[in-house]
C-alpha cells in the first residue's frame, strides 16, 4: 500500500506523552519528519531522542500552547528543520470535569482548560495558517472528543471547548477549501491516559455515562484492578469496554495517511462495548 506520511513535515502539540507521543513514534516510522513540541521539553526531546535512535527524523521544541508567540516559534522551528510544514496535529489538552457549583474550586483549571483545548488550537493553526496556504496544500488534525456532540452535566467548560474545536475546524475547512485539508479526531474516554489526571471532580464523569453509569464504574474498577473478564480487555472482543490509547494514535496516524486529495473530516474511535452514550 502507498505510503502518504513518508517525507512529510509533520508538527504534533501535547508529544511528550499519551496520544501525542505514540502517534509521533508511529508517524515517524513511516518516514514522516517530526517536530516534537510539549510544555514540557524534557518529556518531548525524549520522545526526538528515541525516534532518532530508531533511524528517523525528530526535532523537540519546548511549547506553551496558549502563548501565540511561541506557537509562531515552533512554526519557524519546524520550517527552518524541514523546509515546509505539511501537518500539524493540535494534541495537547487538558479534562478538568466538574459540576458547575464547584466554580471555586474548578475555576483556575477551567480557564487553563480554555487557554489550552480551544486557545492552544486556535494559536496552533494561526502559526501555520500563511505558510500552508503559500505552499498550496497542508493538513489540520485538530483533537476534539465526544463530548463536544452534545451538553453533559459534568463537563460545561471541557465540552464546550470542544463544540468550539468542532465549530473553528469546520469554519477553517470551508474557507481554505483546496488548500489545507481539516480533520478532526474525537476519542471516547481512554482510561490509560495522562487526561484522568486534570479532572477535578470524578463524578462528574457521570453525565456522559447516563444509564450506564454502575457499570461504567464496575468495569473501571475492576480494569484497573487487573480482574476483568477478558472479554472486557481483548480487543478482538465485541465486549471490548476501554480504547488503549494505541487505537487513538491509530486513528491519528490514518488520517494523515491518505493522498492530498483525500481528505477524513471527521473520526470518532471508539471501544465496541464502552459506555458513553454521546
Known sequence: MANHVEGKSIIVTGAGNGFGRLASERLAALGGRLVCADIKLEAAEQVAAGIRAAGGVAIAVKVDVSDIAEMRALAAAALEAH????????????????????????????????????????????????????????????LSSIYGNSPAAGAAVYGATKAA??????????????????????????????????????????????????????????????????????????????????????????????????SISDITVRASGDHYIF
Open 165 to 262: 474545536v468542532d465549530y473553528f475546524s469546520h469554519a477553517l475547512r470551508q474557507e481554505a477549501r483546496g488548500k489545507i485539508k481539516v480533520t478532526v479526531v474525537k476519542p471516547t474516554g481512554v482510561i490509560a491516559t495522562g487526561l484522568a489526571a486534570t479532572v477535578v471532580n470524578p463524578a462528574a464523569g457521570g453525565g456522559i455515562l447516563g444509564q450506564n453509569v454502575a457499570a461504567f464504574y464496575e468495569a473501571y474498577g475492576r480494569i484497573k484492578a487487573g480482574d476483568a473478564p477478558r472479554e472486557w480487555v481483548d480487543q478482538e472482543s465485541i465486549e471490548y469496554a476501554s480504547l488503549a490509547p494505541e487505537h487513538l494514535a491509530d486513528a491519528i496516524v490514518h488520517v494523515i495517511d491518505q493522498p492530498w486529495g483525500v
Open 83 to 142: 523546509g515546509a510544514i505539511d501537518v500539524m496535529v493540535n494534541n495537547a489538552g487538558v479534562m478538568p470535569l466538574a459540576f458547575i457549583a464547584e466554580h471555586a474550586a474548578a475555576l483556575d483549571a477551567w480557564s487553563r482548560c480554555i487557554d489550552i483545548n480551544f486557545k492552544g488550537m486556535m494559536n496552533g493553526v494561526a502559526a501555520v495558517y500563511d505558510q500552508m496556504m503559500a505552499q498550496g496544500h497542508g493538513h489540520v488534525v485538530n
